[in-house]
């Protein structure tokens, strides 16, 4: 075997040396052919102009929901504690860089030996004109006071590396507050368009309600009079109660939106249900939708940072491993005053110094390092195909959403005539029945034809508001580069 002491001295020279690769950015997408220009599924009713990052509800123009946006973004708890991580990473990569400096404190320490069979005095001798001492030569006392500092040399650049990994992990959190920010405005959004459909919807089945009621009566009425069976009056019942059943299971839907709405802001159940009582139109997207290219999405979405932070703190935590195989060079210094009795750490001409140089090298660890290296280049892999599978994903969402929103325009589209075209029809069975030509009872069937075609449209522009909603989760919008 070799003699080591001159690799010893080489690598000591060597101290600023940093091991493991240098990160070099995230990997090329080349193999999924991302596209550059446009979105595969982009249509007339989207551009790619660059989208508004923060505050995109306010395209909706609905002050309510832009109060309830600004209300979450301030009393989320689950926005406050993906904020708190922010905090603990960034302390931890304070942390990190002040291990790379000294530590120094006070000490004070007061040693009481007694070691059979060893003469301690057996050097010395008694001052001039003093006998020889009778205490046991064996015994020791010592007692110092002063200061001490330990430092380890970063020789291999292991703890340049833990910086690196700190740093990039820091900026991962940053990124998972800014993806929780984008899931809590879009899911409040969401819900708001949810609860506004209900709330409309509750109104026509109340409509519904009443005018199946007065189709029973009037049946009922028949029945007695001899004109009808009594079929028609029960069948006339069902309705009345499935209409009973479609307006509760409504109003329960509209109390859970509710309730979901107060819990997003930070609130009890039941607080916002003044501020929110009675119904509004449903806002409606505008009429050109700002999407940007499949380029500014992957810079922008905050998942897709986080986990390119993540690959690169992967990356450093490989150097971290690799530097488990060089030596460690620590010092440890002590700066005192004292002596062989108490009274000596009062006189200033007891100065003590220690300094303790000490070289640590694993070179028989049985595999352990290499282990660690291998495992952390795994996870370096496991990191970069994770960060392709968030890729990838997110532009699926945003060709999903953006297929929704083109399908959604159409239907709205479709049921708006649908609607319009059972409005004239009401209108003009109100004329006929004015003029005596139907019954009230054809009426009332004609208007609540109206109302469900109604109630058929608000749930088809709901839709489209949220497929609206989901385009903009699907792009990372909704939050701001922090300072």
Same mark, same amino acid.
């Given at each position: ?34 596209? !550059? ?38 009393? &989320? ?173 409504? !109003? ?57 932070? &993540? ?33 000596d750490v009062f006189d200033l001409a007891n100065l003590s110094t220690i300094a303790v140089p ?14 660690g290296i291998d495992q952390a280049e795994a996870a370096q892999t496991e990191a970069e195909a ?20 083109a399908q959604q325009r159409q239907t709205v589209a479709a049921l708006a005539q649908i609607e ?26 004609? !208007? ?5 075609? !109604? ?25 701001? &580069?922090?300072?």
């Amino acid at each position: 075997m070799k003699n080591p002491i001159p690799q010893l001295l080489a690598l000591t020279l060597l101290s600023a040396c940093t091991v493991g690769p240098d990160y070099a950015g995230p990997p090329d997408l080349a193999g999924a052919r991302v596209p !550059e220009a446009a979105f595969a599924r982009q249509t007339a009713d989207t551009t790619s102009t660059t989208p508004l990052l923060a505050d995109w509800w306010v395209a909706l123009d609905d002050p309510v929901l832009t109060e309830l946006e600004q209300m979450a973004i301030v009393g &989320n708890p689950g926005l406050e504690a993906a904020q708190a991580r922010v905090v603990q990473a960034r302390a931890s990569v304070r942390q990190e860089r002040a291990n790379r400096w000294p530590t120094a404190g006070a000490q004070a320490t007061s040693i009481q030996a007694n070691l059979p069979g060893l003469n301690l005095q057996a050097n010395s001798e008694p001052p001039p004109g003093e006998p020889p001492s009778d205490e046991d030569s064996s015994s020791l006392s010592f007692y110092n006071v002063g200061l001490s500092a330990n430092w380890e040399i970063d020789l291999a650049g292991g703890q340049k590396r833990k910086i690196e990994a700190t740093n990039a992990l820091a900026a991962a959190s940053v990124a998972n507050a800014a993806d929780a920010q984008v899931q809590l405005t879009a899911e409040v959004a969401r819900t708001y368009v949810a609860l506004r459909e209900r709330q409309l919807r509750i109104v026509s089945l109340r409509q519904e309600v009443a005018l199946q009621e007065r189709t029973l009566q009037l049946t009922i009425q028949r029945f007695q009079q001899g004109t009808v069976a009594a079929f028609p009056v029960g069948e006339a019942n069902n309705d009345l109660q499935s209409l009973i059943a479609a307006l509760a299971a409504t !109003e329960a839907d509209a109390a859970t939106y509710l309730n979901a709405l107060a819990v997003l802001v930070g609130q009890a159940p039941g607080n916002l249900d003044d501020f929110l009582a009675g119904s509004a139109p449903i806002p409606l997207p505008p009429k050109q939708v700002s999407v940007g290219d499949p380029a500014s999405l992957i810079a922008r979405r905050p998942d897709i940072r986080a986990a390119e932070r &993540n690959l690169a703190a992967a990356t450093a935590r490989i150097g971290v491993a690799e530097a488990a195989r060089f030596p460690k060079i620590s010092f440890m210094g002590i700066l005192g005053i004292g002596g062989t009795s108490p009274s000596d750490v009062f006189d200033l001409a007891n100065l003590s110094t220690i300094a303790v140089p000490q070289l640590q090298w694993g070179l028989l660890d049985f595999g352990r390092t290499a282990a660690g290296i291998d495992q952390a280049e795994a996870a370096q892999t496991e990191a970069e195909a994770r960060y392709q599978e968030i890729v990838l994903g997110a532009l699926q969402d945003a060709e999903n959403s953006l297929s929704r929103f083109a399908q959604q325009r159409q239907t709205v589209a479709a049921l708006a005539q649908i609607e319009q075209s059972a409005t004239r029809a009401a209108e003009l069975n109100r004329q006929r029945h004015e003029a005596g030509v139907i019954t009230l009872a054809r009426l009332n069937a004609a !208007e609540r034809e109206r109302l469900m075609t !109604e109630a058929n449209l608000q749930q088809a522009t709901a839709a489209l508001t949220a497929s609206y909603i989901a385009i903009q989760k699907s792009l990372g919008l909704g939050w701001e &580069n922090p300072v």
